[in-house]
């Protein structure tokens, strides 16, 4: 009965998260509520101290999982939804989201506020507290099913909880800034080592073509 229930609805959430139509919904919506928070907020709080806890959050939780994914134990983690569903029609971008970064990355970090904006700005205005923190990061962990492994979903939903609860109290501005430079690091190091198969699949991410 539960897996004749799951897999509509996994075929379901493939289709949608793989629609171009919700990657721009999303952007919109995303860049809408950050700027009007920001428009109506008393005072822009940005503390660099603060931004760099979220980069050790998202740092501390990576290494944290490394185990996970280096172990046979879970091997449907490794697995992608729209590899799990591929008669969803997928209709998005068809990089890995790191490789989307390489490839494009102003796009990519233009993004970041969006991306912010449509998870922290509701938090933001219902309060942050524990219960909240970890809805945030479902949200934030469900919105990269079309990029990303079960596994590193489950990743981001776990740090972004974490940083929805820490970090974003001390600003919604902290909480990009730290977003910002822990992309930026990884942009740094896909750029040096993006031929590398070694350094791919530590990340994740397919063999280069």
């Not at 700027?35 to 979220?54: K, N, P, T």
């Not at 509701?122 to 919105?143: S, T």
């Not at 981001?156 to 820490?166: E, R």
Request: charged share 10%; aromatic share 12%.
């Amino acid at each position: 009965m539960a897996d004749s229930l799951l897999v509509p609805l996994g075929r379901l959430l493939a289709k949608v998260m793989g629609s171009r139509w919700t990657v721009r919904i999303a952007r919109v919506v995303g860049s809408g509520l950050y700027i009007f928070y920001l428009a109506r907020a008393d005072s822009w709080q940005l503390s660099i101290a603060w931004a760099l806890a979220y980069v050790a959050i998202g740092l501390t939780v990576s290494f944290a999982f490394v185990p996970v994914s280096h172990s046979n134990r879970f091997p449907g983690l490794s697995h992608y939804l729209l590899q799990d569903f591929p008669q969803a029609t997928y209709s998005g971008p068809r990089l890995h989201r790191w490789d989307y970064l390489v490839s494009q990355p102003r796009a990519f970090f233009f993004s970041i506020p969006a991306e912010d904006g449509l998870v922290c700005v509701p938090l933001l205005m219902i309060g942050v507290n524990p219960v909240n923190a970890c809805l945030a990061g479902a949200v934030f962990g469900l919105k990269h099913l079309a990029g990303y492994t079960y596994l590193e979903c489950i990743a981001k939903f776990v740090y972004y909880a974490a940083a929805c609860l820490i970090v974003l109290p001390h600003g919604l501005l902290t909480m990009t800034a730290g977003h910002l430079i822990g992309d930026a690091m990884v942009f740094a190091v896909l750029k040096v080592a993006q031929n590398s198969a070694n350094a791919r699949a530590a990340f994740g991410m397919p063999p280069k073509k």
